[in-house]
T-cell receptor, first 113, second 109 residues
């Protein structure tokens, strides 16, 4: 089945550490997204990419960076993790612009101590 | 600014019907999505409305009124497995999804 996968699924780290979250997809979609979810706040967009050469900041990009290594891979980095980056992180993909149904990976639960 | 409003939490009884409302104010409108999300899991697609009216899909239906900036998700014959959060999302003028905070639905036997 065409799918969206994320690694790791869970990560506990310390303040100041560099962390990379990885997302891969076999759906053949050009568009990829990184969200974080906090209780009561819903999904907030961190970065998005419409193709390998197109990277855009979302609502809450400060403290994060991304890399689109290939159509199928989109990585999120926390250069120096801080406790308020503790959250559930989701990667998502979509096929085209006009019908923007998004398909989500299983999520990465990140805890920064 | 852009805003999606939905109730934080609702409680319903197994076998009953529940309606979850969503109101939105966005810069443009290119469709409205409903997603289901079980605790700790990924959101999964339920329905899409771009024209006014009701879309029915089994036990779930979704309604849209663009003039009122309003949608609802109707769940019939509630089952315990329907206990989840339900997310409303609007595709704005840039085709970006703007997400509501979600409605946590608790089903009681």
């Amino acid at each position: 089945d065409a799918d969206v996968t994320q690694t790791p699924r869970n990560r506990i780290t310390k303040t100041g550490k560099r962390i990379m979250l990885e997302c891969s997809q076999t759906k053949g979609h050009d568009r990829m997204y990184w969200y974080r979810q906090d209780p009561g706040l819903g999904l907030r967009l961190i970065y998005y990419s419409f193709d390998v050469k197109d990277i855009n900041k979302g609502e809450i990009s400060d403290g994060y960076s991304v890399s689109r290594q290939a159509q199928a891979k989109f990585s999120l980095s926390l250069e120096s993790a801080i406790p308020n980056q503790t959250a559930l992180y989701f990667c998502a993909t979509s096929e085209n612009r006009d019908y923007n149904e998004q398909f989500f990976g299983p999520g990465t639960r990140l805890t920064v101590l | 600014g852009q805003n999606i409003d939905q109730p934080t939490e609702m409680t319903a009884t197994e076998g009953a019907i529940v309606q979850i409302n969503c109101t939105y104010q966005t810069s443009g409108f290119n469709g409205l999505f409903w997603y289901q999300q079980h605790a700790g899991e990924a959101p999964t697609f339920l329905s899409y409305n771009v024209l006014d009216g009701l879309e029915e899909k089994g036990r779930f239906s979704s309604f849209l009124s663009r003039s009122k900036g309003y949608s609802y998700l109707l769940l019939k014959e509630l089952q315990m497995k329907d206990s989840a959060s339900y997310l409303c999302a609007v595709s704005d003028s840039n085709y970006q999804l703007i997400w509501g905070a979600g409605t946590k639905l608790i089903i009681k036997p």
